[in-house]
């Protein structure tokens, strides 16, 4: 990362040279029908002089282009023609611009390694800011960076968070930034910077404001009292700042402990509306002028339980509010979020209307019509109203994705995006270009849905569990190693032709097929949700390090060995497909649960040590030894989780 090119005067003299220049060459400006920034040019999700069609074609709105593209939640942008994102491939993170009617490249800029490329969440958050002929990024690690849109050369970079200490952003930056008179805008969540502006020319810090965490939402800036200011809903407050100077016009506490607000505000002055998370549902503000210089006071005006937004924010359009109440505590991975789709009135939040059909939908408003692009991969033309919504055609353009990134729209192209591919859309092109590709045209990855191996689901699946939840799995998981340990010692006498290490596989197999069944079955038949995988993992570690242990005892020392190197890729292979399960289940915290074994190796060589040395206590020694060693490798786990990761606790 070259952040010392921001702060030559070289790329200073060159960014105001390229600033000054830009108003004289209208190809590097943002121009009417552009979609520069994140939920459109006012940041409302309403398109301006946008013309959708009327209706669709039965196989759906003409495909102009696919692209395949890498990891990410980054939304697109689009100006002059252009169209900006962020992604991430298997050894990088980059800024990309596309051709607007082909699709293809026309450059990439490499900022940084990839983020999570083996968690849940792989890739950026952020949506790119196009202004002045320069196109502005945030990294899910807290990198801002200025680069040009000719050739995405780099002008400037750094890192806000790592500078001001920033928190409340543990899943990955995923503001983007918001360029205001010259400033790029944006949370870090810092003891002494809950809120920066970055000069716009330089990357230098203007000003910072506020003491208290972030979160994932963006900011907006809206006039008040003939006034700009610039509203930040944080993790746990809402600031308002004057965004010309920093100071601090207001703080509202929200919530307490772990939040994280991610829902675009809005606005119509002086009111302004908060949908939170986790089934809070929303607020409606009054913002009052107040003392001098001028300040703003915050009133409640009314408060709703049917309005909470996570990864989709809801829009204003005259005097309703459209949007998506979630009902899960959390938007899930693995599947469509469960909820209703609602119009709200402006004034009193009464709820005149609610859907199950539209789904969990970003929003773009157009004229008269709206486009609502849902979780289920959807793409819906309707008309919405006080009165209900009337569906005028529906696509669906990735039946296999669980779908969260915004859509992006702008002289009648409409670009919507997946983790793996970005396609373009004719809604409403007044020349139309000449394309046989349709829909069903577009390749779809091939989906294994693997949710009947748990049989339910977490509550808060991205936050750590509770020790009670922890001490319930523990206890069931424990009761089904009394389970194999007493049908293996039934058995005993009926397998006592077979030699030790085949019965002891036979209930190293046992406990596999337990701990990996046990959920589903616990989890469909119980009130509380049961995971027992663990017992499965542990379970291979134990055969294969019971494996070695004959491997090193055997008078037969070449198959023993090959059995012990068999049962040791068994174990990593187990390994292995338990990580890659929690990543298809949205189970973001258990992978945990493979970082406990070395707790457990001196257990088990101690009391190994004494079997040998007392074969009169090798019977009853070796239930304790298993009992003590899988205690001190899931208790070591936990340990790693509640230290480490202590997400939501």
Known sequence: MAHGIGRSSIAQFLMMASAIFGSLFPSQLCAAGDWPRFRGPQGDGIA????????????????????????????????????????????????????????????????????????????????????DGHVYYVAPNGDVGCVTVDHGSLVWSCNPKEQYRGRGTDFGVAASPVVYDGKVIIP??????????????????????????????????????????????????????????????????????????????????PFLFLAGPFRSGGTCYRLVAEGEPPGCRVERVWDTLKMSNDIASSVLLGDQIYGFDLKDAQSRLHRPSRGEFRCLDWADGTVRWSSEEIGHANIIVANDKALLFNDR????????????????????????????????????????????????????????????????????????????????????PAATPELSDLRLWY????????????LGMHLTGWLARWSAPTRERIYWLGLVFLGAGGSAVLNRYGQHYIFTWPLA????????YGSFLHALQSPRPPWSVTTARLSLVLFLLGCGLYFHLCRWLGIAIEWCFLTGFAAAVPVLLLTDFVRQRSPRLAGWLWPVRDVLAFSAYYWGCVGFMKWWLPVGS
Not at 104 to 118: A, C, I, K, L, N
């Open 48 to 131: 301006v002089d946008e013309t959708l069609a009327e209706n669709w074609p039965e196989s759906g709105p003409p495909v102009l282009w696919v692209r395949e593209i890498g990891a990410g939640y980054s939304s697109c942008v689009i100006a002059s023609g252009r169209a900006y994102t962020q992604s991430q491939s298997l050894y990088e993170q980059s800024l990309l611009c596309l051709d607007v009617a082909t699709g293809e490249t026309v450059w990439s800029y490499r900022y940084g390694w990839p983020y999570d490329g083996g968690g849940l969440y792989p890739g950026p958050r952020a949506t790119p800011t196009v202004h």
């Open 188 to 269: 870090v969540g810092g003891p002494q910077a809950s809120l920066i502006a970055l000069d716009a020319l330089t990357g230098k810090t203007v000003w910072t404001c506020g003491e208290l965490p972030a979160s994932y939402a963006t900011p907006i800036v809206v006039t008040f009292a003939g006034q700009p200011i610039v509203i930040a809903p944080l993790e746990n407050s809402l600031l308002c700042a004057d965004p010309t100077t920093g100071r601090k016009l207001r703080e509202l506490d929200l919530s307490a402990g772990y939040d994280e607000h991610s829902a675009a505000p809005l606005y119509r002055e």
């Open 377 to 460: 991969g959807e793409l819906r033309l309707c008309r919405l109203s006080a009165d209900g919504v009337e569906t005028l055609a529906v696509a669906t353009v990735f039946p296999e994705d669980v779908v969260w990134t915004s859509p992006a729209l702008s002289e009648g192209r409409v670009i919507v995006r997946t983790h793996s591919q970005v396609v373009c859309l004719d809604v409403g092109l007044k020349d139309k270009p000449s394309t046989s590709t349709t829909i069903a045209d577009i390749p779809q990855p091939v989906k294994f849905d693997p949710t009947w191996l748990l049989g339910g689901e977490r509550e808060f």
């Open 475 to 486: 206890g069931w998981m424990l009761a089904g190693w009394t389970a194999s340990w007493l």
């Open 537 to 544: 993992i542990w379970a291979l570690f134990l055969g294969s």
